[in-house]
């Protein structure tokens, strides 16, 4: 049974090739874009951090 849904998904995605890249592109980029936003966001949390680390104690 399981070996039949994955011939027909096979046929399918072979039957609508645009479709499938298509799909596979928005993928690519979705997870893309969410991976270099946390980055972004990790990096500037660091940069934060060593600005304030830069200004000293007795600024508190």
Do not use: D, P
């Amino acid at each position: 049974m399981f070996s039949a849904m994955l011939g027909e998904a096979w046929r399918a995605m072979g039957a609508n090739r645009l479709r499938t890249f298509l799909t596979m592109l928005g993928m690519m980029i979705g997870v893309g874009s969410v991976v270099l936003m946390m980055a972004v966001g990790q990096g500037a949390q660091e940069s934060v951090k060593q600005s304030i680390n830069a200004m000293g104690s007795n600024l508190f």
